[in-house]
Each structure stands twice: as C-alpha cells, then as structure tokens.
C-alpha cells in the first residue's frame, strides 16, 4: 500500500516500519451501529480509522456503558491486541459508517517477534496511544461519575 504518507497517527514511526505495517492492511467498511468488540473479548484485530467515527465505551456497574472517547480519521482503534493476554479492556462502536484499515493482530505480532526494531517501534507506537487513552478514560469517568464533575481540571 501506498498510503504511509497520508496516514498521521503512524508518522511517529520510521518510514520503513510504516511500509511494513500497511503491507499488512486490509481495507474494510464497517456499518453504522457495528461493534467491532466487545470488552473482555478476545483481541484478534486492530483498525487505523480513514473516514467516520467510532466511539471506545466501558462497562460501569450498575450504568450504562460510559462512552469513552470518539475516534475519527487516522486514529488507532485497539491496542489490546498488542499486549497479554490480548483481551479487549473496552468496548467499540461504529457511530457513523466507517472505512478503516484492518490489521490481523497476530500477523503484525509475527512481525514484531521476527524484526526486534519494528516490534520496539510497534510498542513505542501503541504504548504512546495507551497513555494517553488511559488519562483519556480517567477524566471522562471523573466528569461522568465523579463529584462536581472533577475530571475537568487534570
């Protein structure tokens, strides 16, 4: 595939692990209202969004499922996959329709056993998002359910 340079949320990583991964890629069409999984599944696939919005859930206890973050364009979409014991730790759902590359999750963590700086890169890559979605959940279930809505301020 020829679309690296068009993909931002892989600029991070060298040119030639970009080539690599998106050799892997499979381009898919998910309908509106689609979940791609479910949390506590089993993580066997990832997706990078290239157009429509999905949105990441989490169960709460006693609620309904608290909605997360919206992703769009370019953005990863699971990053469970990469991690033991590859089981989704939220839920995804196709708000809008949606086109996205799909990656077969054991297939890329084949190639990141096989070539030690693509799989340095991958966790690099991935861990990044982690962080970052993980801060992400905390202050959404902070406003959602915390007092006076104190997830606003971190």
């Known amino acids: 595939m020829s679309t690296a340079s068009t993909l931002s949320t892989l600029r991070t990583l060298p040119a030639e692990h970009r080539e690599k991964i998106l050799e892997l890629a499979r381009e898919v069409t998910v309908a509106q209202g689609t979940r791609l999984f479910n949390e506590g599944g089993r993580a066997d696939h990832f997706w990078i969004v290239r157009t429509g919005t999905i949105e990441l859930d989490m169960r709460v206890p006693g609620r309904r499922a608290?909605?997360?973050?919206?992703?769009?364009?370019?953005?990863?979409?699971?990053?469970?996959?990469?991690?033991?014991?590859?089981?989704w730790h939220m839920g995804a759902e196709a708000v809008t329709p949606v086109r996205a590359?799909?990656?077969?999750?054991?297939?890329?963590?084949?190639?990141?056993?096989?070539?030690p700086a693509f799989g340095d890169a991958m966790s690099q890559w991935v861990g990044t998002i982690v962080a970052r979605r993980l801060r992400a959940a905390r202050a959404r279930l902070l406003d959602l359910y915390g007092p006076n809505g104190s997830g606003s301020n971190l």
């Open 101 to 115: 590359y799909e990656f077969d999750a054991a297939a890329v963590r084949k190639l990141c056993r096989s070539d």
């Open 66 to 87: 608290a909605v997360i973050e919206r992703l769009s364009h370019n953005e990863l979409v699971g990053w469970s996959w990469l991690f033991g014991p590859h089981v």
